[in-house]
T-cell receptor, first 110, second 115 residues
Framework: DAKTTQPTSMDCAEGRAANLPCNHS???????VYWYRQIHSQGPQYIIH???NNETNEMASLIITEDRKSSTLILPHATLRDTAVYYC???????????FGAGTTVTVRA | DSGVTQTPKHLITATGQRVTLRCSPR?????VYWYQQSLDQGLQFLIQ???????AKGNILERFSAQQFPDLHSELNLSSLELGDSALYFC??????????????FGPGTRLTVL
């Protein structure tokens, strides 16, 4: 699996968009970008995933650069409940495991 | 709510003991995964079962074993427990089909404390 690089932490103001970057410069053509988050010791929560195209769902948007070497997760209107550790993971679609790195600790402030 | 259930929520036991953690996957999911999250190791993949058969193994100790039953629920057995086994144990499930993306959904976890 390709390795990912994320900032250790970031702050965001409540109601503003949170843009979480992820570098995955060694990603292979058949590897997807997945995002999960973990809110204080709860089970990791699936957010979104994509291969090449930008994706949007009710939780977030995923922007993948054309060369696929980096991506950005966008939380459009951050709330205090979005405070969590966010993990960017690249994997082949049906790979048996998820390899979690250290992630980005996002703190949303009122 | 992911639809994955785990019991018990908390477990406190002593060194040398044996415990069983239980996981029920989402309706329709055939694959179950077990992960361990300790303070110094992050989330580590332990083992995967698909439709009752072991499919993949990760960093699972020999003292640990798992199985998946015909009704697709899974149990993780931890024996000869040591202080270092204290951790959060998460179960995840997915449809399990190949050839396409297969998203894993996690349960709320079991917090194991070994005293």
């Amino acid at each position: 699996d390709a390795k990912t690089t994320q900032p250790t932490s970031m702050d965001c103001a409540e109601g503003r968009a949170a843009n979480l970057p992820c570098n995955h410069s060694t990603i292979s053509g058949n590897e997807y970008v997945y995002w999960y988050r973990q809110i204080h010791s709860q089970g990791p929560q699936y957010i979104i995933h994509g291969l090449k195209n930008n994706e949007t769902n009710e939780m977030a948007s995923l922007i993948i650069t054309e060369d696929r070497k980096s991506s950005t997760l966008i939380l459009p209107h951050a709330t205090l409940r979005d405070t969590a550790v966010y993990y960017c993971i690249v994997r082949v679609g049906n790979d048996y495991k998820l390899s979690f790195g250290a992630g980005t600790t996002v703190t949303v402030r009122a | 709510d992911s639809g994955v259930t785990q019991t018990p929520k908390h477990l406190i036991t002593a060194t040398g003991q044996r415990v069983t953690l239980r996981c029920s996957p989402r309706s329709g999911d055939l694959s179950v995964y077990w992960y361990q999250q300790s303070l110094d190791q992050g989330l580590q993949f332990l083992i995967q079962y698909y439709n009752g058969e072991e499919r993949a193994k990760g960093n699972i100790l020999e003292r640990f074993s798992a199985q998946q039953f015909p009704d697709l629920h899974s149990e993780l057995n931890l024996s000869s427990l040591e202080l270092g086994d204290s951790a959060l144990y998460f179960c995840a499930s997915s449809v399990g089909h190949s050839g396409s993306t297969d998203t894993q959904y996690f349960g709320p976890g079991t917090r194991l404390t070994v005293l």
